[in-house]
Structure formats: structure tokens, C-alpha cells
């Protein structure tokens, strides 16, 4: 008496490839999206006083100061790096002057436009902004 195997049933091509797609998947785990690297800003770490004040004082030789170097030299007296002032960053400290630079600006009859360009913003923010250090200054 021969011995029987039993027969199997011809499977197609896409199917097999699908069962081993579900057997990898078991075996590896679902994949797993890139992580995006998004940079942090880092603030500088505080320089000597007399640094600062050098910066300053350049500054402030200037016969008449443009609206970008006007924050500049108001973020060197904020001891906050420009490039943290105009950037995305969130944090209150940073937000609370960066809206009192935008206000500042605006009282030299600067556009909201212009202002915006400055802080990478729109000027709706520096409009709400200007608001917002008016209705602090009066009550």
C-alpha cells in the first residue's frame, strides 16, 4: 500500500505574495513613520556684560536707526538673541516682548505690513499685538 500525501491546492502568484506580505508584517511589526527633526531654538548662553553693552553702543552710534536694527537693539538690551525675538518660539517671556517691540514699532508710524516682514509674521498679529500692549498700558 502506498502512502498518500495529501494533495495541495495550486495557489496563485498574488496570493502567495500577499500571505508572505502578512507573514513579514507579523514577524517585523507594522513600520513606523520617519521621525521629522525639528530644531529647537537655542538661547545663547549669557555673554560677559561688557559684550553686550558694545553691541550696544555700536548700535546706538548710529545717525538714525533702521526698524531691524531698532530690535536688535532692543533685544541686546533684552539680553534675548535676535534671531530667538523673530523666530516661531512660543515661550511667554519672548511673546510678552515680542509684542511690546511690535507696539514700540508701530509708534514710529511704521505699517503693520512692514512690522510684519520684520517678525516673519502676518499683520493681523502685529495688529492684535498692538491691541493687546494698549489695553495693558490703560488700564
Known amino acids: 500500500m502506498l502512502l498518500e500525501l495529501p494533495q495541495q491546492a495550486a495557489i496563485s502568484e498574488p496570493i502567495y505574495r500577499a500571505a508572505v506580505l502578512v ?7 507594522k513600520p513606523k513613520p520617519p521621525k521629522v527633526y525639528v ?10 556684560d ?11 552710534q548710529r545717525p538714525r536707526l533702521t526698524p531691524t536694527e531698532h ?6 538690551e ?20 515680542r509684542h511690546l517691540l511690535m507696539w514700540e514699532l508701530r509708534q514710529r508710524k ?17 495688529l492684535t ?3 493687546k500692549i494698549e489695553m495693558e498700558k490703560a488700564q
Not at 561688557?50 to 546706538?60: G, N, P, T
Not at 511704521?110 to 502685529?126: C, E, K, N, Q
Open 23 to 29: 507573514r513579514r508584517r507579523n514577524l517585523l511589526g
Open 39 to 48: 530644531p529647537k531654538p537655542k538661547l545663547r548662553a549669557p555673554a560677559d
Open 50 to 60: 561688557h559684550v553686550w553693552a558694545y553691541r550696544a553702543y555700536r548700535l546706538q
Open 71 to 76: 530690535v536688535k537693539l532692543r533685544c541686546l
Open 78 to 97: 533684552l539680553r534675548i538673541p535676535f534671531a530667538v525675538m523673530v523666530g516661531p518660539s512660543r515661550v511667554r517671556s519672548i511673546t510678552e516682548h
Open 110 to 126: 511704521m505699517s503693520l505690513p512692514a512690522i510684519a516682514r520684520i517678525f516673519s509674521r502676518d499683520h493681523t498679529t502685529v
Open 129 to 131: 499685538s498692538c491691541r
